[in-house]
């Protein structure tokens, strides 16, 4: 609709209005244009001195007596390429200032996710495999195993199959009890050194989640931040 555009370029209602009112009627005068539009006389003197502004009305003197004449619509295509090339200068001029900003090297970048429920943990998953990078994970139980079922060895198999190593820690009371996987190789410590918080970390990424009746798993995308995590599990691997 031609309204909705006209407030795209800036129009207010009551701009609008008188303006397609004085298009569709002729030239009029405040008190009459006050009167057929149902708007306020001091409103309709100000929305009028504004539609001067923009050009898309006229004025002319009648018998001491101002009356205001709408231009040829054709004149919002000019307004149109006004705002053009007001925009031009602004982006150029943004795009000038953008260089002079003086940047501190080496700030950190964050980007977390979070993901919730069955469903957002496989999609999880599903990017793991996606970047076909190392993985390292410290864990306290097999909650993965336990939540997904067969979608567990589904993984592992899609795992092994893009050649994906996997490095795992667990706390001493699972030794007995973890399947043996091509390309995972399993270590174990004292439980006191594992939470129920499980921790992944892949490439850039660092992934932690909470298991529960309804999972939740905070996925963060910080180089510093999944190289300290990284650095804190092979202080454990290797201890």
Not at 47 to 61: H, Y
């Amino acid at each position: 609709m031609l309204e909705e555009n006209l407030i795209k370029l800036g129009f207010s209602p009551s701009e609008i209005r008188i303006y397609l009112h004085m298009v569709r009627t002729g030239s009029s005068y405040p008190k009459k244009i006050s009167a057929e539009t149902g708007i306020n006389r001091t409103n309709v003197y100000e929305a009028l001195d504004r539609l001067i502004s923009k050009g898309v009305i006229s004025f002319i003197i009648k018998n001491k007596l101002k009356w205001f004449e709408a231009k040829n619509p054709d004149c919002l295509i000019s307004l149109i390429a006004e705002k053009e090339e007001e925009i031009k200068k602004t982006k150029a001029q943004i795009l000038k200032d953008i260089k002079e900003i003086d940047i501190v090297p080496n700030k950190l970048t964050l980007e977390a996710t979070i993901f919730v429920g069955k469903k957002g943990l496989r999609m999880i998953f599903e990017e793991i495999l996606e970047k076909r990078k190392p993985i390292s994970l410290i864990a306290s139980q097999l909650q993965f195993e336990n939540l997904f079922g067969p979608y567990f060895e589904v993984w592992h198999k899609k795992r092994i199959s893009l050649g994906i190593t996997q490095r795992s820690i667990f706390s001493n009371n699972f030794k007995h009890r973890l399947k043996k996987r091509e390309l995972l190789t399993y270590r174990f410590v004292d439980s006191k050194f594992v939470n129920p918080t499980t921790t992944i970390i892949y490439d850039d990424t660092c992934i932690l989640i909470q298991w529960s009746k309804d999972p939740i798993a905070i996925k963060i995308d910080n180089k510093e931040i999944a190289k300290s995590h990284l650095n804190y599990f092979n202080i454990m691997w290797n201890n």
